[in-house]
């Protein structure tokens, strides 16, 4: 009996099926069937209720359920005070985090990756939290907005405003703004939310400035690529295009006006059995990500 198969279980409880176990840890769904049928025949006990339709506990199953889940905990508490004496913390960790961070991520990722080479990390982009920690068996996920589900540990990284930017081209060519009022006579590059709404109405802390939308797009990656290309202005963090600012390949413009923020939240289950590679991620990117901000 491997502890393997028993984790393998406790996943299968919580998303309910075969089939949504197998897509979360990549396997076949033939190989999740067969090892909870092997674990089943070790115990001399049916776990699940099959049928077309549903898969459900049997009472031996949930009796079981819930005993593993404290013994599991235990035996990932042993094995993490064995990584603390060796100081060679190994393992693999599974990340959400929205498609626009990329940017701001990946440079904190590659410089934990440098600090723990024995520490695997698989992303996964993800847009609501609520369902894909589970559906997808991720470790986290970094998310922007407000949080709702109290069954979460959140923990605020930072609050994220935004700023008005332009490329140096698109000045050259077309002028720089003065004022907010000057905005409305220039192309604007916009996002579209999710709902399908357009951004084209920035919100400042002073007022709201409405602008003419020329170009839109869902992924803030595509956005700060249309602003680099000088195809307009846009209302974008800074934290998401960090590397153009930088390189001065895109300026901010009427920096006076601030805009309303938005926290960003570090987010994952509540439990105490969470891995030692995690734990050390959770706190190098809450103290990471901050200072990348902040440059």
């Known amino acids: 009996m491997r502890i393997e198969d028993l984790k393998l279980f406790t996943i299968v409880v919580k998303l309910g099926s075969f089939t949504a176990a197998a897509n979360a840890l990549d396997l076949p769904r033939a190989n999740v069937s067969r090892r909870i ?55 693999k960790v599974k990340v959400g985090f929205l498609p626009e961070s990329d940017e701001a991520l990946q440079p904190a990722l590659a ?28 470790d986290f996920v970094i ?20 700023g008005i930017y332009a490329s140096p081209e698109y000045l050259a060519s077309h002028g720089e703004p003065q004022s907010l009022a000057e905005l409305s006579k220039h192309d604007a590059i916009c996002y579209r939310w999710p709902d399908g709404s357009i951004d084209d109405k920035w919100d400042l802390i002073s007022e709201t400035v409405h602008v003419k939308s ?14 680099v290309g000088g195809q307009g202005i846009g209302f974008m963090p800074p934290l998401f295009a960090l590397a153009a600012i930088e390189a001065k390949r895109i300026v901010r413009i009427l920096p006076q006006y601030e805009s309303k ?24 990117l809450l103290q990471e990500i901050p200072n990348r901000a902040g440059l």
């Open 214 to 227: 020329r170009f839109t797009c869902n992924h803030m990656g595509f956005v700060r690529r249309a602003i």
């Open 37 to 91: 049928g092997e674990l089943e025949k070790a115990l001399n006990a049916q776990l699940f209720f099959r049928t077309t339709r549903q898969l459900r506990l049997t009472q031996h199953g949930e009796a079981y359920y819930h005993e593993l889940l404290t013994v599991l905990e235990g035996f990932e508490q042993a094995k993490n005070k064995l990584h603390d004496i060796d100081e060679k913390p190994i393992g």
């Open 261 to 284: 923020k938005e926290d960003v939240w570090l987010i994952y289950p509540d439990r105490k059995g969470i891995s030692l590679p995690t734990r050390l991620l959770i706190d190098f």
């Open 143 to 162: 998310y922007a907005g407000k949080v709702q589900d109290s069954g979460f540990i959140a923990r605020r990284i930072l609050s994220l405003g935004r």
């Open 111 to 138: 410089k934990f990756q440098q600090l723990y080479p024995d520490i695997e990390l698989d992303m996964r982009i993800t847009n609501n939290y609520e369902t894909d920690i589970y559906a997808l068996a991720l």
